[in-house]
């Protein structure tokens, strides 16, 4: 199974300003991000970012939060009771039929939920063991492909960082890299993408 730019969304979690420093290498982690973020933006793949109780932990980098469409604030650590999830779904469909709206409203059925456009998530962030663990395990449990970038994620810790990969693949995330993610998504040397996304990998 490839990923398909066609079906992916990409999901930043937490590259927080105050954070970032006690990160195991946080310089190249968040360069990674930031690659991934331009190659989802060339490809018109949606870029969303999280940022964990950002009144203590400061808002995501800067360069970062400018490439998201939208940036969730959260509370919790994973970012689905917070809403992520909804974000990454379309809406529901609206009842079909003139008749729907004149019933009472205890006999209208409710909106049914679709299947997500874009089930691929690619995902990656800080800390791994944490947040990006808890928001990866929960978008799997909502049924979405969870495609971790283990390049563009880390923790204070290498033993934390490897335990979260352990076991995210234990639970049935893919574990790539950022040039794994770069080169499936443009798929062929001949993607009119290609010498782009060729000069950002470099």
Not at 14 to 34: F, K, S, W
Not at 38 to 53: I, R, Y
Not at 108 to 113: E, F, L, R, S, V
Request: proline share 8%; net charge negative.
């Amino acid at each position: 199974m490839l990923l398909d730019a066609a079906e992916s969304q990409l999901v930043l979690v937490d590259y927080q300003t105050r954070l970032m420093p006690a990160i195991h290498e946080g310089p190249a982690v968040l360069a990674n991000a930031v690659r991934l973020a331009k190659m989802a933006q060339m490809l018109d793949v949606p870029v969303w970012g999280t940022e964990q109780n950002p009144s203590r932990l400061g808002p995501n980098d800067a360069d970062l939060r400018a490439l998201c469409r939208k940036t969730l604030d959260k509370m919790h650590f994973s970012a689905v009771p917070d809403g992520l999830a909804d974000w990454l779904r379309p809406p529901a469909k609206p009842q079909q039929g003139s008749n729907a709206r004149s019933l009472p409203r205890h006999l209208q059925k409710p909106p049914q939920p679709v299947a997500p456009e874009r089930p691929s998530i690619v995902i990656a962030g800080c800390e791994a063991h944490v947040c990006l663990l808890q928001t990866a395990l929960e978008l799997l449990a909502e049924e979405f492909e969870v495609w971790v970038v283990t390049d563009a994620c880390s923790s204070r810790t290498e033993r934390n960082r490897d335990a979260a990969f352990d076991r995210l693949a234990g639970a049935g995330a893919e574990l790539v890299t950022t040039e794994m993610v770069a080169f499936e998504w443009i798929g062929s040397c001949e993607h009119p993408a290609f010498k782009d996304m060729l000069a950002l990998v470099k």
